[in-house]
Each structure stands twice: as structure tokens, then as C-alpha cells.
């Protein structure tokens, strides 16, 4: 099953929050959605979960137009917003019932649906607990469940890691990959962009309601890395290597910046990282070099940006 997003528009005012934006991913995947602060990517996951109705444009899954049929489409959509709108006083079994019979569930199909959720989620022992004194990651787990209820194939998650923390984080990370192994498709934003590379087959890139880029991360990296050209017009073949050093960081740094066919040196944590122009021999060549220095080489790997580092270089429109 295929979601697709066609020509997207919404405007609020003289302000055009999402601007012609077209992607698509299919069932099965996980599909990180990315771009800075007021890019437009809230506005963007409420018309796709129905919420709001775009100014033009249609949003497709498997053949349903989503914008001309919501009714259909909320029964395929399970939506997890930023925050969790709450009635404090119900408690988890209760709030969950309220949106399983929202969503049409008979009585037995409720009772079967809220077992398993509360299973999946981890829920099964907090049901008589009101909402008002779960914590933040406990809250997030109602949110999911509330999601999951009808059991539609989409889910649309804005923000699910936000003020979670570290364990709670990764307890979420294993939740969503249970869920795309149940053939269930997966559209998350997130600003934790090194936990999203650990889960996403691909991500959608947006910056002021535009699209940058979108497709799997390896179209992406392809994408992002335009050729250069050497002085003949013949493509630049580069190589991204990281080195660690045991000691003269700082002189190495500087040596490396003095090296011809070296550029783009920084230092990365405990490695310093650089460019260097040519195939894989010139990276052998490099290190034979450290070596003859004298320096105590403790690693040397060449390293593939990660989704972080192509969405602050896509961003800033570098081509590196």
C-alpha cells in the first residue's frame, strides 16, 4: 500500500505554510520527516491525518483520496500528536474505550483491540491510573495506544520523543520498529535526527513549506553529494575519512589543512575529520603519510554522513 502526496498547498493568512510539496513511501516503512523549526511539518501531518483541510493538492493511500473521503481515510490514519489532549479525570482503560467506540468498535472488537494495545504498548498494568498523574513517557505510551486502536495501517507521529527521556526514547524506538514488522507504515518527525537514522528506511526534507529533498536515505546521500569536477570537467571522487589520534590533535589538524587534496577538516568528538580528493588509495596514501609523521594513529575509517549531517548540509544548500 502506497501513501502519496500530491502538490500540497495550505495558507494561513499571506503566510504559505506548506508549499507545493509532493513525496510518497508505502506500508512497511519508516519515513523520517525533517526540517527546521516552522518548516511546516505539523501543518503537513494534520492534512494527512484529516485534521486540516489543505488549499490545494490531494494526498492518496492505496487509491483513497484522502481529502475528498476523510471519513474512509480515519479508519486506515492513526495520528499521535505533539501533546496528548487529555480529560485528566479518566482513567488509561477509559480514555482508550471512548476513542475505540469513536472509531465504530463493537464491544467485543474493543475489548480484544484495548488488550492488545495495552500489551503492545506496555499499558496492561497502569488501565485503572488517571491520566493526570502518568508521566511524560507514560503519557506518550496512552498516545500511541489511542493511535493503535482501530489498527489502521498508517500512523503519523509528530514529535512522539519530545521530552522523553533516554530510556523511555529507546522503549519508543523498539515500539515503532515492532510496528513496521507488522507491515504498518510509520511517518515521524523528530528533532533527535541520530535516533531517526537508526529506524528510518527514508525521510522527507522540507525547509519554509518547500520540499528539499525526499526518497530513501541512500537517494538522499546520492542526492546531496553533487559531483565535482577536477579542472578537466571529470567528476572528483572524495573520500570522507575520520582519524584519532593518541595525542597532537591540534597539529594534526593544522598538517592536515597544509596537505594537497585535503579540505573540510574539523574536529568530530574524539576524531578528526576531513575530505579527502581521490578514490581509496588516497586515503591509503593519507594515512602512509600520518605514519611517516610519526603520529600514533589509533583509527583511521572513512565514515558516510548521517541523517544530522545531510539535513544541516541540505538546509544550508552545500553540496558537499
Known amino acids: 500500500m502506497k501513501i502519496t502526496v500530491n502538490r500540497l498547498k495550505k495558507r494561513f493568512g499571506k503566510t504559505l505554510a506548506v508549499d507545493d510539496l509532493s513525496f510518497g513511501f508505502e506500508t ?5 520527516f525533517v526540517g527546521p523549526n516552522g518548516a511546516g511539518k505539523t501543518t503537513t501531518m494534520r492534512m494527512m491525518a484529516t485534521l486540516d483541510t489543505p488549499d490545494g493538492g490531494r494526498i492518496f493511500f492505496d487509491g483513497l483520496d484522502i481529502v475528498s473521503e ?6 486506515l490514519i492513526g495520528y499521535m500528536p505533539d501533546n496528548l489532549p487529555t480529560h485528566r479525570d479518566l482513567s488509561v482503560a477509559d480514555y482508550l474505550d471512548f476513542f475505540a467506540r469513536a472509531y465504530g468498535l463493537r464491544h467485543r472488537e474493543r475489548s480484544l483491540m484495548l488488550g492488545q494495545v495495552t500489551e503492545f504498548t ?7 491510573k488517571p491520566l493526570r498523574g502518568l508521566s511524560k513517557g507514560m503519557k506518550q505510551r496512552v498516545s500511541l495506544a489511542r493511535s493503535l ?8 507521529m509528530d514529535e512522539p520523543a519530545a521530552g522523553l527521556d533516554p530510556r523511555a526514547r529507546v522503549e519508543l524506538r523498539e515500539l515503532i520498529k515492532a510496528m513496521t514488522e507488522r507491515g504498518k507504515a510509520v511517518f515521524i518527525s523528530s528533532h533527535i535526527l541520530t535516533e531517526l537514522a537508526e529506524i528510518a528506511d527514508g525521510a522527507v526534507i522540507i525547509e519554509k513549506g518547500k520540499l528539499l529533498r525526499a526518497g530513501t536515505l541512500e537517494q538522499i546521500k ?6 565535482e569536477l577536477d579542472a578537466d570537467g571529470a567528476e572528483l571522487k572524495v573520500q570522507h575519512v575520520a582519524i584519532r589520534v593518541r595525542d597532537r590533535v591540534e597539529e594534526l589538524q593544522k598538517a592536515l589543512l597544509e596537505m594537497p587534496g585535503v ?5 568530530a568528538g574524539r576524531h578528526v575529520e576531513a575530505d579527502v580528493d581521490g578514490d581509496e588509495d588516497a586515503a591509503c596514501d593519507l594515512l602512509a603519510e600520518l605514519l611517516k609523521r610519526d603520529y600514533r594513529v589509533m583509527e583511521f575509517k572513512q565514515v558516510e554522513k548521517d541523517l544530522e549531517q545531510l539535513f544541516m548540509s541540505i538546509t544550508r544548500g552545500e553540496v558537499s
Open 149 to 156: 486502536v482501530h489498527d489502521p495501517p498508517l500512523l503519523i
Open 28 to 32: 512497511g516503512q519508516v519515513f523520517a
Open 70 to 75: 476523510p471519513e474512509k481515510a480515519r479508519r
Open 263 to 267: 579540505r573540510k577538516v574539523k574536529l
Open 122 to 128: 506496555n499499558l496492561s498494568g497502569l488501565l485503572e
Open 222 to 227: 546520492r542526492g546531496s553529494d553533487a559531483p
